[in-house]
């Protein structure tokens, strides 16, 4: 099947011009964007200056920062958006710090490199040191029965 690659191209640019436009995903009063520019000195007066997160809310709801309709910013809506700004920032932090573990995997090393080579050991308790006899033949799982049966011999009845 034939797709036609210039209606496409015109679909997925409305679509994209749509989603722009909706109002999901993007901040509707700026104050997260605020509170994430200005986190650490925030933090820093929350911990250090042991100013409340409500001082704080009212303080920047009198700046002109608002929540939802226009409301002023409480105390509660300051330490929501403070929590996520943290979450997302460690979060993001634990995927940058898994992806530069994954740039410095030997496979990354491998396909950045060609001229590295690895060669292949046994682990120190896996070698086996030159003049060792082999160890002593294997017992057979009928001998470990019977050996195991004659540890209990005396439960069983006699007949």
């Not at 997925?12 to 200005?38: C, E, M, Y």
């Not at 920047?60 to 409301?71: F, S």
């Amino acid at each position: 099947m034939r797709i036609d690659l210039k209606r496409l191209r015109g679909d997925a640019k409305r679509l994209q011009a749509a989603r722009v436009a909706s109002p999901q995903g993007r901040g509707k009063t700026g104050a997260t964007q605020i509170i994430r520019d200005n986190f650490d000195e925030l933090e820093r007066l929350h911990n250090l200056e042991g100013v409340t997160w409500a001082e704080l809310a009212s303080c920047l709801a009198a700046q002109g920062v608002t929540q939802g309709e226009g409301q002023p910013l409480t105390g509660r809506r300051l330490t929501a958006l403070m929590h996520n700004i943290r979450v997302r920032a460690t979060k993001l932090n634990v995927k940058k710090s898994s992806q530069d573990q994954e740039d410095n995997s030997p496979e990354s090393l491998r396909r950045g490199s060609r001229s590295v080579q690895k060669s292949v050991s046994l682990s120190p308790e896996m070698a086996r040191a030159t003049g060792m006899r082999t160890p002593d033949p294997v017992i057979s799982e009928d001998e470990i029965r019977r050996a195991e049966l004659a540890k209990h011999a005396h439960l069983l009845r006699k007949r």
